[in-house]
């Protein structure tokens, strides 16, 4: 397993990941912000009880009343499962759902018409509210030209992907190798 070239390239970048994390400036936030939290919550008996090393959280009674209930959810979900499974034929909602998302194009294909949608309508709302001159509307009017050249292209993403130089060398990260000592 050690003996992969991408799981060793792959290493490599997270020991420098991490290297870099433990010293910038994000890392650095994210300590203060904790600091902060440790101190207001400092003899919080609430704290206490979630942060300690005990199980009398799993042992109470909440707990066992709280997986109870996640079961009972379960269960019902299950059930309604099947209930829609056994009339889905008819339903008009759920074909009308599954025409919208069935397959990949057409999860696309909505996700444009939505963004296509809502970049119109805002933008259609700021002009009778008067807000012509607002960043946000330069942001709507992106949005609705990335849907506008998206829905362009949503036919052939297909072959724009499986031409894609990004695309192929992620692909060629995970094939497998021919032959030679199988490192899995």
């Known amino acids: 397993m050690y003996n992969s070239v991408t799981l060793n390239v792959l290493s490599k970048i997270w ?6 994390y433990e010293r910038s400036f994000f890392k650095k ?21 979630f942060v300690s090393d005990n199980n009398f959280v799993r042992e109470g009674l909440i707990y066992k009343l709280y997986c109870k ?35 990949g194009e057409n999860i696309i294909n909505t996700l444009y018409i939505s963004l296509l949608s809502f970049g119109i309508t805002t933008l259609f709302i700021n002009v009778l509210k008067g807000n012509l001159k607002t960043k946000l509307n330069i942001i709507f009017a992106a949005i609705v030209f990335l849907a506008i050249v ?32 199988k490192w899995w």
């Open 15 to 20: 020991r420098s990941i991490e290297k870099d």
């Open 69 to 103: 209930f996640i079961d009972l959810l379960q269960s019902f979900i299950k059930r309604i499962n099947k209930f829609v499974l056994k009339y889905k034929s008819g339903s008009f909602f759920l074909n009308a759902f599954n025409n919208l998302f069935g397959r």
């Open 29 to 49: 936030i994210v300590d203060f912000i904790s600091k902060g939290f440790k101190y207001i919550s400092k003899g919080s008996i609430i704290m206490n009880l």
């Open 150 to 181: 998206g829905m362009r292209f949503s036919q052939n993403y297909k072959y724009i992907l499986d031409n894609s130089f990004t695309v192929k060398f992620i692909k060629d990260i995970f094939n497998t190798e021919d032959g030679g000592e």
